[in-house]
């Protein structure tokens, strides 16, 4: 039919936003984060500074970084109504990320809808909050109360466990969350373009990614990356280990991703990060089987899919490193959406910047010319 809109599967090819927030090269293995390679920012940056980068384009001075520090800290406060759902949340075991998913839409409450800037504060300071609060309700503990004398990722470590952490700790909590605060037009940075595009506020716009990003084939699962390594035990058994999973067509968690044909540059970041903070702590064993768990995973992957490209993915040392950070694999989730919040607002401010609702085509495929038949006939 002439003018038949073309399907694409998934919007596979399609291109449905320009974007000064970050470049994905999958073919080169390359990530830019606002004009910056991955590697020569997210190693270096504090948290804050990376958000300022995505909000404003650039990299704040010393004062309006210290600003900037102090607006987000004074928005970590939660309304009563929050930790009573995060209560309640507790009371059903619910997982974590649905009871962040849960709280995030009560972060109305005492704002208006009509200030976007003030919800993109709210919801970047608050999300750590809500974390660490309902990760002690749910173990059966208070909430500790946040501070505004400690940065963004200090903050919410000390939150969890009550104790000031150490610096080598923070580094390598801002190096993952600086990691992934950006990757393209995935499907929950969509999700979010979608729905602040229909004129609707930031808060739904970012309720809506949360539970985009829960989704198995979107947020991903690092947790089984590290069962994996700690079932094999000894590098000795990786590849017995490794084989069989593959001889029977299983998975092998931490490698492959659709937009990467070679290694996911993340990783690479990722891993780095995790040798600084294993070698600080004065055990290196567990740094050492993982590396020797991938360079076998991804030999033999190349043996039994010859030409996928199956690397290793930003999942395999994500779950090293929060391990080493003392992270359960339950708040490995919901610490990813304590960075991608910054990505997903500083993408709906750049929707709205130049607006125009998402509405794409669809081809219809149902049967046609029905007739309608009274009840007493059918």
């Known amino acids: 039919m002439?003018?038949?809109?073309t399907f694409k599967p998934g919007l596979e090819g399609v291109v449905a936003a320009q974007t000064r927030l970050?470049?994905?090269?999958?073919?080169?293995?390359?990530?830019?984060?606002?004009?910056?390679?991955?590697?020569?920012?997210?190693?270096?940056?504090?948290?804050e500074e990376m958000v300022y980068l995505l909000w404003h384009d650039r990299l704040p001075n010393a004062p309006e970084l210290a600003d900037f520090r102090a607006a987000l800290a004074a928005e970590r406060d939660l309304p009563?109504?929050?930790?009573?759902?995060?209560?309640?949340?507790?009371?059903?075991?619910?997982?974590?990320?649905?009871?962040?998913?849960?709280?995030?839409?009560?972060?109305?409450?005492?704002?208006?809808?009509?200030?976007?800037?003030?919800d993109a504060r709210k919801l970047v300071a608050s999300f750590p909050?809500?974390?660490?609060?309902?990760?002690?309700?749910?173990?059966?503990?208070?909430?500790?109360?946040?501070?505004?004398?400690?940065?963004?990722?200090?903050?919410?470590?000390?939150?969890?466990?009550?104790?000031e952490p150490d610096a080598e700790g923070v580094r390598g909590l801002e190096t993952y969350l600086?990691?992934?605060?950006?990757?393209?037009?995935?499907?929950?940075?969509?999700?979010?373009?979608?729905?602040i595009s229909t004129g609707s506020d930031m808060i739904s716009a970012i309720v809506g990614a949360l539970g985009a990003l829960k989704g198995p084939l979107h947020g991903g699962a690092p947790g089984p990356a590290l069962d994996m390594v700690f079932e094999i035990g000894d590098a000795a058994n990786a590849e017995p280990y490794l084989r069989r999973k593959l001889d029977t067509g299983e998975l092998l968690m931490g490698f492959g991703h659709r937009v990467y044909k070679v290694r996911d540059p993340r990783?690479?970041?990722?891993?780095?990060?995790?040798?600084?903070?294993?070698?600080?702590g004065g055990d290196m064993d567990l740094y050492t089987l993982?590396?020797?768990?991938?360079?076998?995973?991804?030999?033999?992957?190349?043996?039994?899919?010859?030409?996928?490209?199956?690397?290793?993915?930003?999942?395999?040392?994500t779950a090293l490193l929060l391990h080493g950070l003392g992270f359960p694999t339950a708040l490995f989730s919901p610490t990813f959406a304590i960075s991608r919040v910054a990505g997903w607002?500083?993408?709906?401010?750049?929707?709205?910047?130049?607006?125009?609702i998402i509405r794409p085509q669809s081809v219809y495929t149902g049967v046609k010319d029905r007739r309608w038949v009274a009840v007493q006939q059918r």
């Open 267 to 280: 990783a690479d970041v990722l891993a780095a990060a995790s040798e600084r903070l294993y070698r600080n």
């Open 129 to 163: 909050t809500i974390v660490a609060a309902y990760w002690r309700l749910l173990n059966g503990e208070s909430p500790i109360a946040p501070r505004t004398d400690l940065g963004h990722a200090a903050n919410f470590l000390y939150m969890l466990t009550g104790n």
């Open 80 to 118: 009563g109504a929050t930790l009573d759902v995060l209560g309640a949340a507790a009371s059903d075991h619910q997982d974590v990320m649905d009871a962040l998913r849960m709280a995030a839409s009560t972060l109305s409450l005492g704002g208006s809808g009509d200030d976007p800037e003030r």
């Open 2 to 5: 002439l003018n038949e809109p």
């Open 22 to 47: 970050s470049r994905v090269d999958g073919l080169a293995g390359e990530l830019v984060i606002a004009g910056f390679p991955l590697e020569a920012i997210a190693p270096y940056a504090t948290f």
């Open 345 to 356: 607002t500083a993408h709906a401010f750049e929707q709205q910047e130049v607006n125009r």
């Open 290 to 317: 993982v590396g020797a768990v991938e360079q076998k995973a991804v030999a033999l992957l190349a043996e039994y899919k010859p030409g996928r490209h199956l690397q290793t993915n930003v999942e395999f040392y």
């Open 178 to 195: 600086n990691t992934v605060v950006d990757h393209g037009l995935n499907a929950s940075t969509f999700t979010a373009r979608v729905i």
